[in-house]
């Protein structure tokens, strides 16, 4: 069964760097073709794709964003890293891990989601 | 990047067919077969109805079909139920950027 957990500050300050982890299990990371994505939701509005990391270590930024993201992966714990940074209210959002396999462009699993909320 | 083009909310019936319509470009839907759809429930993750266009992944109630023509894809639901009551969200491979989402479709079954 494949399962994908974000966890991370449920708040950060304006300015601040944000870190997220995604634990997963049931797959992975270094079967080809399956990748790890993180995407976002303002509250009440649609998905964001950010940013997404591929089993040989290739990492791709959604272009609007690319300054602020880094995306990691540490195979040996199963795990995805995103940090952002400057964080700002407008950042505020649900923000989810989610795999894809076999080279397909779409997102089989999705984690929970954790809300960030950015307030002084 | 601009978000693909979602109408705002579809309604109907129990019992009623429904269609979703997701509007791209060339450089996505149109350029691609690789449309997917998502429904969210309140307070849920998004889960994957439909990969490439109109593939049904497993588990999935062949009540959700999917269509392209052109640069919109489609989403139909067939014999509504209450349970189908959520957000829809289409998306698609775009060039450049990889990844694009639609706005969002609520439906609301009456």
């Known amino acids: 069964q494949v399962t994908l957990k974000e966890s991370g500050p449920a708040q950060v300050k304006p300015t601040q760097t944000l870190t997220l982890t995604c634990t997963f299990s049931?797959?992975?990371?270094?079967?080809?073709?399956?990748?790890v994505s993180w995407i976002r939701q303002p509250p009440g509005k649609a998905l964001e794709w950010l940013a997404r990391?591929?089993?040989?270590?290739?990492?791709f930024y959604n272009t609007s964003l690319k300054t602020r993201l880094t995306i990691s992966k540490d195979t040996s714990k199963n795990q995805v890293v995103l940090t952002m940074t400057n964080m700002d209210p407008v950042d505020t959002a649900t923000y989810y891990c989610?795999?894809?396999?076999?080279?397909?462009?779409?997102?089989?699993?999705w984690g929970q989601g954790t809300l960030v909320t950015v307030s002084s | 990047h601009s978000a693909l083009t979602q109408p705002a909310s579809v309604s109907g019936s129990p019992g009623q067919s429904i269609t979703i319509s997701c509007t791209g470009t060339?450089?996505?839907?149109?350029?691609?077969?690789?449309v997917s759809w998502y429904q969210q429930h309140p307070g849920r993750a998004p889960k994957l109805l439909i990969s490439?266009?109109?593939d049904r992944p497993s588990g999935v109630s062949n009540r959700f079909s999917g269509s392209k023509s052109g640069n919109t894809a489609s989403l139909t639901i067939s014999g509504l139920q209450a349970d189908d009551e959520a957000d829809y969200y289409c998306?698609?491979?775009?060039?450049?950027?990889?990844?694009?989402f639609g706005s969002g479709t609520t439906v609301n079954v009456l």
């Open positions: 989610a795999r894809s396999h076999n080279y397909e462009p779409l997102f089989d699993s």
């Open positions: 049931g797959f992975s990371l270094n079967t080809h073709g399956t990748r």
């Open positions: 990391i591929d089993w040989d270590d290739d990492k």
């Open positions: 060339s450089s996505d839907i149109g350029g691609y077969n690789y």
């Open positions: 490439e266009v109109s």
């Open positions: 998306s698609s491979f775009r060039s450049g950027t990889l990844y694009v």
